[in-house]
């Protein structure tokens, strides 16, 4: 693919192939690709230094083409998946596993890793929204699909599932805990369907897409209920939980939020913020005081207003990160090959990569009842 | 001197192709050269400054052609303008900057001494040869013009170390007469909390000719300053990760352009 500005995105068939650049280098074809609610950010031209020629994607897997001379753990044809995140393996960040966080992966910043397929703030590199691609540091993160998986359930796993389950985790959720998700979108999905996996007692979805709360309501066993049928979801919560407020809140909306005219205004028309922090502000309103907020939907550069009074003043621990993919995927294969994870339920259109603007247009409008794209490169079934 | 001088030979000299510079030639009379060192110099720090848009980069890129051609236009006068008592007093410009890296003293230490190995992080070095023990041969890019950015010409100068201990400090400096005067030194000390290896680089350079020379220094100090920071960042990271990741090569779907 190849990105044309703002809501502009097209299929290229003469972008060169990329090519092994260093030692640890692997050219990886790609066999299947999603597009991430990450990805609308970028398409809704909201993240800085996000440039025309560049090929976004970082949920994908393929079959290694190519290694670089120093790649020892990969061989060429196998079947892999690869993390959204790309990481040295170690600088101290990725030591203490924070491989959403590697220090060496993304020149230019200081916050966040390289990622495949996001904009220079995140290294730049080009992603899997494509036929083929460079992967730096093959030896890492890249992980061999276990027999038996399907590869519908690999692909996932390469950030919704992780990034869901962190979501899950950074609550902290204790036994009999209620929970309230922000956001019915695959994060928030897996989400809330993780939330049990911590013990949750009650797990609650807000979003304002019928179609999605009724597929949470379905896929993640739990309460689901529509914002735009509420006075005020703060209120809403708060009846709900006996005027305590939520044990811990999940903002798995990020920064492109509906449901206030002033964020929206303020952050997405005017650009006074870095887009609009609706949901970050429910999810501090609404949760106890002394409890948990996860952010993992996303924020970028310069900042959001933020209500830090409340966060103060109720005692509140915010957790938030870009998920940490490679920590978590031992235990997750685990969960997916038992069976207590089924991805793949997630997945509603299923596309060929050529028709890459209109899965972004299905995807961003929520037309067509869609929850997750999938993308079928035309080399994807090459033996 | 005057076998490197013809790779700096400016194009607007009127000087004839085969003709060597002459002793003769000084410093009056020659505003074009004093145009192109000041305006390469403010034109190099104003595109440094942007240095992530492309406009930036082929505005330091032009900005350093300029200046270069300006220094060496000077460079055959170099010698006489060394016994100018207006320049007599200057001591020249020292950028010093430090870095830690995650690993212990004596392999960052060998990585260095291995002069060979610089221009594996040091983005302007083409090769550094060692011809004996101490004495070594460097030889840096200089961008060739604005619009191409292929390579470059380069300049060339013979260095010698001066003073080294092992895993603790090495000392440099170029051989007497060099078109680029500079010399050196890089210590190397045990951060605390074994946290690995503090690298701390003194580089001194000495801008010839006088008033014009100190003055293009000046402004260009923070980005020579910028430039060795970044130097050793890279340093740091092609220690610590084995390479230097980057997307440069990386095609784009944009035409004529790369990453
Ligand atoms: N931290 C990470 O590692 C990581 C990884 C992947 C995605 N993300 C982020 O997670 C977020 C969700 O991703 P996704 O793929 O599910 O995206 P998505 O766009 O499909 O889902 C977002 C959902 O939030 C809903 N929404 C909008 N405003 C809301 C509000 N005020 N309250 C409640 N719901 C609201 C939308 O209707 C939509 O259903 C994005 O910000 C994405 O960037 C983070
Ligand atoms: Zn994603
Ligand atoms: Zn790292």
Not at chain 2, 2 to 14: G, Q, Y
Not at chain 2, 16 to 35: A, K, L, Y
Request: with cysteine; net charge neutral.
């Amino acid at each position: 693919m190849n990105y044309r500005g703002p809501f502009r995105i097209r299929a290229d068939r003469d972008k060169p192939v990329p090519q092994i650049e260093h030692p640890y280098d692997a050219i990886v074809r790609v066999t299947r690709s999603l597009i991430c609610g990450s990805d609308l950010h970028l398409y809704h031209g909201m993240v800085p230094d996000t440039r025309v020629g560049m090929t976004f994607g970082h949920e994908f897997t393929g079959v290694v083409e190519e290694v670089g001379s120093g790649v020892q753990k990969l061989k060429v044809g196998d079947r892999v998946l690869v993390p959204f995140n790309i990481a040295c393996g170690t600088c101290p960040f990725c030591k203490q596993e924070l491989y959403g966080n590697c220090h060496e992966s993304n020149p230019e910043a200081t916050a966040v890793g390289g990622f495949f397929g996001y904009a220079h703030i995140a290294g730049g590199y080009d992603g899997g929204q494509a036929e083929y691609v460079r992967v730096p540091f093959a030896d890492v993160s890249p992980t061999v699909i276990p027999e038996g998986m399907d590869i519908e359930d690999a692909v996932l796993l390469t950030d919704v599932v992780p990034t869901g389950y962190q979501a899950a985790e950074m609550g902290g959720i204790r036994k009999g805990d209620t929970v309230v998700v922000f956001g019915a979108g695959p994060v928030g999905i897996m989400a809330a369907r993780c939330a049990w996996l911590f013990g949750a007692g009650r797990v609650i979805v807000i979003d304002h897409l019928d179609y999605r709360l009724e597929f949470v309501k379905n896929y993640a066993y739990c309460e689901a209920y529509n914002f735009k049928e509420m006075d005020d979801p703060v209120v809403f919560l708060k009846k709900q939980t006996d005027w305590f407020g939520a044990d811990v809140c999940i903002d798995a909306v990020g920064c492109d939020a509906s449901g206030s005219a002033l964020q929206t205004i303020t952050g997405k028309k005017l650009l006074l913020q870095a887009g609009s922090a609706t949901a970050l502000h429910w999810a501090v309103n609404s949760v106890k005081k002394g409890g948990i907020v996860s952010v993992i939907g996303v924020y970028g550069p310069p900042f959001n207003m933020v209500p830090m009074g409340s966060i103060m003043n109720k005692g509140i621990t915010l957790r938030t990160n870009q998920a940490s993919v490679k920590r978590l995927l031992p235990k997750l294969i685990d969960h997916v090959m038992s069976g207590r994870l089924n991805p793949k339920g997630i997945i509603t259109h299923r596309l060929p990569l050529e028709e890459i603007s209109d899965a972004y247009h299905i995807f961003s409008a929520k037309r067509d009842n869609c929850i997750k794209p999938l993308l079928i490169p035309p080399r994807a079934n090459l033996a | 001197m005057a076998n490197t001088s013809k790779t700096f030979t400016p194009p607007s000299s009127k000087r004839s192709e085969n003709q060597e510079p002459t002793e003769n030639f000084t410093n009056v009379g020659t505003p074009g050269r004093i145009f192109s060192l000041l305006g390469g110099t403010a034109l190099a720090y104003y595109g440094w400054k942007k240095k992530d848009s492309s406009l930036g980069k082929s505005l330091t890129t032009a900005g350093a052609y300029l200046l270069l051609r300006g220094v060496s236009g000077f460079c055959p006068v170099n010698k006489a303008l060394q016994i100018d008592t207006a320049h007599a007093d200057f001591e020249g410009f020292e950028v010093t900057s430090s870095v830690t890296i995650l690993k212990p003293r004596n392999e960052v230490y060998q990585f260095w001494r291995q002069l060979e190995n610089l221009p594996k992080f040091m983005e302007y070095l083409k090769s550094v040869k060692q011809i004996d023990d101490k004495r070594s041969h460097w030889v840096a890019k200089v961008p060739k013009n604005i619009i191409s950015k292929e390579t470059l010409s380069t300049v060339a100068w013979d260095a010698k170390i001066e003073q080294e201990e092992e895993n603790n400090r090495i000392v440099w400096r170029s051989e007497p007469n060099s078109e680029v005067e500079n010399s050196g030194e890089v210590r190397f000390t045990d951060a605390p909390a074994n946290r690995g290896t503090v690298v701390q680089a003194t580089i001194s350079y000495h801008p010839p000719f006088g008033v014009a020379g100190e003055l293009a220094a000046k402004l260009l100090n923070p980005a020579f300053k910028e430039l060795v920071k970044q130097d050793l960042r890279r340093f740091k990271r092609l220690l610590e990760a084995g390479e230097i990741p980057t997307i440069i090569g990386q095609p784009s779907g944009r035409k004529d352009e790369n990453y």
